[in-house]
């Protein structure tokens, strides 16, 4: 009987043992598999991540070389995207991103069917599309094994993957609306009105008595101006309504837009003049930097000719009854506003500026008169404001930053 149960006994023992093999090899392979899906989900939002960053520094390339067709040779355009694409903001997986010529093409984009002809291509009407004959831009960033620079991975070498190739690509074109000086006023998400006082006209430099009907107003959302006046076009956006009180007036062109507006961002030059802060009553011309603008109330550029350009990344403010440029011309002051700020014009204020802030909205408060240009993010009228468009801005031009782009 001792004997059988120490033979029992043992056989229990070495099941037990293989059970506990087993065990081992089990959770070996769970916690394999387990590495591999931890391994899969950090690595795929890494590469989604740097894919993200690769985007934008292809769309911020491709827009500004766009920009500059009109006005630059093809070298000239591609080298432009190449800087933008190159731009310290623009950072990719950690490391400024790199383009070469080759990643920038030309060519002709065609609205009836909404393609991009590149150079040397046929249009559909049998014409072959020439380098001088480019309204659009397409740009391709790329990280790739070919280049040697591929995207690293983490985890995935478990497995012995160390790389994978990333690339992203943007179009541009040249977009001038339905006439050929573009827009001037512009709140890309919405133009409103609270009042029911707001108007916007037009006027050409040197006469500012006299109301011309060329104002150019338009959004990619909805423009409702309540009982306000607009003496030109309101274009809404694509699918977008144009509201109007009982008493509200529009003469010119209010078909809503048949492609949506996209603005690049301010991005400040190399070798600006820093402001700082910036509380002064003159300035002479030039271009510069700042991180707070607080307008006094009068406020002047010195000197007959020459512009001043101001980098904004801050708040734009002034005091009640501000002059600002209310001797020059609208076009002798022009600020870029980077990125999303607070731009406060107190009321009964007098101002001659281009404003450009795609990134920001604008409050206009009630007695404003505002001689120039505006893009904003949206543009709000509050109580009895005025918005004068000035039409030597023409919306276009080697200085103007109020081009319209449309990005694919």
């Known amino acids: 009987m001792a004997r059988k149960l120490r033979r029992l006994s043992c056989r229990i023992a070495r099941r037990s043992r293989d059970r506990q093999g087993a065990s081992i090899v089990y959770i070996g392979i769970a ?113 790739t094994s070919a280049r040697s620079n591929a995207l690293p991975l983490f985890f995935a070498r478990i497995f012995g993957r160390t790389q994978i190739d990333v690339t992203a690509t943007a179009t541009a074109y040249v977009y001038d609306g339905p006439t050929s000086d573009g827009f001037g006023i512009v709140g890309i998400n919405s133009v409103g009105s609270n009042g029911n006082g707001a108007t916007i006209d037009s006027y050409l430099p040197p006469n500012y008595n006299t109301r011309r009907e060329n104002a150019k107003c338009a959004s990619n959302g909805d423009i409702n101006m309540g009982n306000g006046d607009i003496y ?126 795609p990134d920001s909205t604008y409050d206009m408060n009630g007695g404003t008169n505002f001689w120039g240009s505006i893009v904003g993010k949206s543009v709000k009228f509050i109580g009895t404001s005025n918005i004068h468009y000035d039409e030597s801005s023409g919306g276009s031009g080697a200085d103007d930053p109020f081009k319209v782009l449309l990005l694919k």
């Open 31 to 143: 916690m394999f598999v387990i590495a591999g899906i931890v391994s899969m989900g950090v690595d795929i939002g890494w590469i989604r991540v740097a894919r993200s960053q690769l985007q934008t520094a292809a769309d911020s390339s491709a827009l500004a070389g766009a920009l500059s067709l009109p006005d630059a040779d093809a070298d000239a355009a591609r080298a432009k995207a190449i800087s933008f694409a190159q731009h310290s903001s623009n950072e990719f997986a950690g490391t400024q991103v790199s383009m070469q010529t080759g990643d920038v093409e030309l060519g002709m984009y065609w609205p009836p069917n909404t393609t991009f002809y590149l150079v040397g291509q046929t249009l559909p009407d049998g014409y072959k599309v020439e380098e001088s004959d480019s309204n659009a831009m397409r740009t391709t960033g790329r990280r």
């Open 232 to 357: 030109g076009d309101a274009r809404p956006g694509v699918n977008k309504h144009l509201f109007q009180g009982p008493n509200s007036l529009v003469t010119g062109y209010t078909a809503p837009l048949t492609q949506p507006l996209v603005f690049p961002p301010a991005v400040a030059p190399g070798g600006a003049t820093p402001l700082g802060n910036f509380s002064g009553s003159t300035l002479a011309p030039g271009t510069y930097t700042a991180t707070k603008i607080d307008l006094p109330k009068d406020f002047t550029v010195t000197g007959t000719t020459g512009n001043v350009s101001i980098y904004l990344n801050g708040n734009l403010k002034t005091s009640g009854n501000t002059n600002g440029n209310s001797t020059g011309t609208a076009s002798r002051l022009r600020i870029y506003v980077i990125g999303d700020h607070t731009i406060d014009i107190k009321g009964n204020s007098d101002i001659r500026m281009w404003l450009y802030a």
